[in-house]
């Protein structure tokens, strides 16, 4: 273990201004524990839709921002609805735009995931469609605690405040989790 504090970027697979995930983040980096800090939320919401004739044309400056934004995290926090029990267009046409060669920067990338949903289930679906994408690009997400954050609109107050003290509690494990599997990944 380093004394290094740990760069955290994070990811909101949604694009909305209210969104409760993108609430989710913020909260997420006032809970993050000592030795980690949420530094960056990409702008996912600027990049083209992929499409590999832009990328021949050269690539777009918010897809080289992303890319060097996941290139100097030392991990990555998603937190993303589910649309249609999966994941919404605008996260994957991030993992995409990012996927690409030269410098898949993916690759042993430290990942973690929360959901958070306006019905019950809390995005229990998308996750594991997460699992699956991320992990065929060689990113490690943290296996656990899930954190499935559902009736999302009940757990933060008007101004998108976390309100919900077990929410609070299952986002504080999981970045707890999340700082010790980063710690694991570097190690030699
Ligand atoms: C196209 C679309 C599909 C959706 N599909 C699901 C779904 O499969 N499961 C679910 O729990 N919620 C679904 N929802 C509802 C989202 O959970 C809800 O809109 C949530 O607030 C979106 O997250 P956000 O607040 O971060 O924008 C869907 C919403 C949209 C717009």
Request: proline share 6%; with cysteine.
């Amino acid at each position: 273990m380093s004394d290094k504090e740990l760069k955290i970027l994070g990811i909101c697979g949604s694009l909305r201004n209210k969104s409760f995930n993108m609430a989710g983040l913020r909260a997420a980096g006032e809970l993050m524990p000592a030795g980690m800090r949420l530094f960056q939320i990409a702008s996912i919401g600027e990049l083209p839709l992929y499409n590999q004739d832009v990328l021949d044309a050269g690539m777009p400056e918010p897809v080289k921002r992303l890319r060097t934004e996941v290139a100097q995290a030392d991990g990555v926090l998603i937190a993303s609805p589910e649309y249609n029990f999966s994941v919404t267009p605008a996260l994957k046409n991030a993992i995409d735009w990012a996927s690409r060669p030269p410098d898949q920067v993916w690759q042993d990338k430290p990942i973690a995931i929360f959901s958070c949903t306006a019905g019950p289930v809390g995005g229990a679906r998308v996750q594991y469609d997460l699992r699956r994408i991320l992990g065929q690009i060689w990113g490690h997400v943290l296996p656990r605690p899930e954190v499935f954050v559902g009736n999302a609109a009940s757990k933060f107050d008007a101004e998108l405040r976390l309100t919900d003290e077990t929410t609070k509690k299952f986002l504080t494990d999981l970045l707890v989790g999340f700082k010790a599997w980063i710690e694991r990944m570097s190690r030699k």
